[in-house]
């Protein structure tokens, strides 16, 4: 596979973190990368080598605040891997991704109450993105990271829970000085114990959990035996990387795509409002009956091909 050889050389080519400007690739990112690649081909014990090297490299640690990681302030911290660059101001550089999070539509008011900005303009169109109930109760009591990445808000005078992990002081609507993270030294650890793991060396996957959860504010995990510890592992990736893109990776490869999506499509029909629609309408009757796994080729690109 060209991305394996890619980031084979990548890793070889690149400097550490520690010798790479900040906000460029490094060789733990490339290393983090092809791991994560081992990873969907289940190649647990090249998984678990790459991880151990990001993990000894003594290049990267976890801050102890678990908020500080997406503080515009606090961008390439000692925990970022590798992390999409954005300024804020009107060069073309900023983020928007806390409007893109907010439940809509919302009115003026309500857009100036959670973001703080002086002249705010109301939000139309729909807004989807609300944390669902399943991702709320996922968090256990005591989890300092629920805080962080969830909060509530109104939209046209109904209260609803939105993405706050990119809520931050800005200036200006939609212009925004928040970063993206691609991948994360808490991912590493979490990956470095289901890798763990999934070879029967759960003694030594359990330790890799605990950091993760330490920082977060809770008890070691109570989980035992293989089966346990993967469940438990899933979940502290729900929670510790919700919004940042992980989570439907994630079910894809470990194969629970349909089966989760699908019973989470049945119960969101014969539940609309716990999943904030409005009374009298409900999920289209066609919707999660065709999950699909793989993401579909660009128009673009199926164009420059003989064989579409």
């Known amino acids: 596979m060209q991305i394996i050889a890619d980031a084979q050389q990548a890793a070889t080519l690149l400097p550490p973190k520690s010798a790479q400007e900040a906000g460029r690739a490094t060789s733990g990112a490339a290393k983090t990368l092809l791991g994560n690649v081992y990873m969907v081909q289940k190649k647990w014990p090249e998984a678990e080598a790459l991880f151990k090297e ?30 999409v660059q954005y ?53 256990e009591e005591g989890d300092e990271r629920m805080n962080t990445s969830i909060g509530h808000c109104t939209a046209e005078g109904v209260s609803f829970p939105y993405i706050k992990k990119y809520n931050h002081p800005h200036t200006n609507q939609g212009l925004t000085n928040d970063n993206f993270p691609v991948y994360r030294y808490a991912e590493v650890l979490l990956f470095l114990a289901e890798a763990l793991n999934e070879q029967g060396k759960t003694s030594e996957a359990l ?11 809770l008890e070691n995990s109570t989980a035992s035996g293989q089966a346990e510890i993967r469940d438990a592992i899933a979940n502290e990736r729900r929670v510790e990387l919700a919004f940042e893109n992980k989570r ?61």
Do not use: C
């Not at 990001?54 to 678990?66: F, H, M, R, T």
């Not at 990681?69 to 606090?74: E, G, R, S, W």
């Not at 999070?101 to 939000?123: D, K, N, S």
């Not at 066609?286 to 003989?306: D, H, M, Q, V």
């Open 54 to 83: 990001v993990v000894n490299s003594g290049e990267y640690a976890l801050i102890s605040d678990y908020a500080a990681v997406f503080d515009p302030n606090n961008k390439n911290n000692s925990e970022s891997i590798m992390e």
């Open 87 to 139: 300024k804020e101001g009107t060069e073309g550089y900023a983020s928007d991704f806390i409007y893109q999070f907010l439940p809509q539509p919302m009115t003026a008011e309500e857009v100036g109450q959670v973001t703080g900005i002086a002249a705010p303009q109301a939000l139309g169109g729909e807004g989807g993105n609300a944390p669902t109930p399943d991702l709320i109760a996922a968090y």
């Open 248 to 308: 439907w990776l994630d079910l894809v490869r470990t194969g629970k795509a349909v089966s989760v999506m699908t019973a989470y499509g049945a119960y969101l029909k014969a539940h609309p409002q716990e999943y904030y629609y409005p009374a009298g309408i409900i999920a289209p009757p066609a919707s999660f009956t065709t999950i699909k796994t793989l993401f579909e080729l660009p128009a673009s690109e199926a164009a420059l091909s003989p064989y579409f």
């Open 207 to 217: 330790p890799y959990l605990n950091q993760v959860r330490t920082r977060a504010g």
